[in-house]
C-alpha cells in the first residue's frame, strides 16, 4: 500500500495521544467568542506534529490550532486534533481526531479516529476506504423515503449565507428524509463513507474539516460537488457528497430552482 509509513504511525500515534489525555483534567478556554478549544487539542496536536517532524522531516503542517496560515504544498499534514470540540467539550461523543496528507497536488492519504466508538477510518488514493481494516462504501440507494441527510455547519454562527441550508430542510420534508446534525465534519463525512447518510451538504471550508472526509467518501464511492455542481476541491464555498447520481441530480435541480 502506499504511504504504508505514514497510516502506520498514525495508527499508532493517534490512540495512544487520546488514552493520554483521558489521563489528564480536560480544560476549556474560548480562541473566539464562540469557539471552543480545550487543552485535549492543545496537546494532541503539538504532541502529533513532533511525531511527524521526527519520522517526516521537511514536511509541511497545516493545522487548526497553531499552523492555521500556511499553504498547501507537496507532503503537507492537515491536523484537526479534535473535530467536534463542543461535543467533546460537553461529554456527547460526536467527535473524531481526523488528520490527512497531501501531496501531488491532491490528498493521498486520509485517518478519522472516533475514539468512544472504536472506529479507525482510513483511505489511500486510489485504494479504496476502510473502517477498521474492512473496506466501506457509501449508500448507493436511490430510494429517498427516511435517508439520512447531514447537514454540516447548520447551526455554526457566520456570515454566510444559510438559504441552502433551508432549502435543503424544504426538500427534506418534501421528500421525507430525515435531516441529522452531529456537529463534527468529520465524524459526519465518515458516517457519510460508512453508508449511514445518503447526502451531506456542508458550507465548512477550513482544510483540516474537510480533507480527510473528502477522501474518505470518494475513496467509498461517493460522489462530491460544489455550488455549481462541478468536482469539489479544497477552497469551495459549499460541498455536497452523494451516493446516488440520481439523488445528486434531482436535489441540484431544487436547489437551483429554489434559488432562481
Known amino acids: 500500500m502506499k504511504y504504508n509509513e505514514e497510516l502506520s504511525m498514525l495508527k499508532t500515534i493517534v490512540p495512544k495521544l487520546f488514552k493520554l489525555t483521558e489521563e489528564t483534567e480536560k480544560k476549556i478556554s474560548y480562541k473566539q467568542k464562540n469557539e471552543i478549544v480545550t487543552s485535549s487539542d492543545l496537546f494532541i496536536e503539538k504532541a502529533l506534529i513532533k511525531e511527524i517532524e521526527s519520522q517526516f522531516p521537511g514536511d509541511n503542517i497545516h493545522s487548526e490550532e497553531f499552523n492555521r496560515g500556511t499553504e498547501l504544498k507537496d507532503r503537507t499534514w492537515l491536523i484537526d486534533p479534535i473535530d467536534g470540540t463542543g461535543n467533546y467539550a460537553h461529554n456527547l461523543d460526536l467527535f473524531v481526531m481526523q488528520i490527512a496528507l497531501y501531496d501531488h497536488n491532491e490528498v493521498v492519504l486520509a485517518y478519522i479516529y472516533a475514539p468512544r466508538f472504536k472506529k479507525t477510518f482510513y483511505a489511500v488514493k486510489g485504494e479504496g476506504a476502510f473502517l477498521n481494516g474492512e473496506r466501506i462504501s457509501v449508500n448507493t440507494d436511490n430510494s429517498m423515503s427516511n435517508s439520512l441527510l447531514s447537514l454540516v455547519g ?6 454566510k449565507d444559510k438559504k441552502t441550508f433551508d432549502y435543503l430542510i424544504d426538500f427534506a420534508r418534501e421528500n421525507a428524509l430525515k435531516v441529522r446534525v452531529f456537529g463534527s465534519a468529520g465524524f459526519e463525512m465518515a ?9 451531506l451538504y456542508t458550507d465548512v471550508s477550513n482544510y483540516w474539516d474537510l480533507a480527510p472526509g473528502l477522501l474518505l467518501i470518494t475513496e467509498a464511492g461517493g460522489f462530491v460537488v460544489n455550488e455549481l455542481g462541478l468536482d469539489y476541491r479544497l477552497g469551495d464555498k459549499q460541498l455536497f457528497a452523494f451516493g446516488n447520481l440520481e439523488v445528486k441530480d434531482k436535489i441540484m435541480k431544487y436547489i437551483k430552482q429554489k434559488a432562481e
Open 154 to 159: 447548520l447551526s455554526h454562527q457566520s456570515k
Open 191 to 199: 458516517s457519510m463513507a460508512e453508508g449511514i447518510f445518503s447526502v
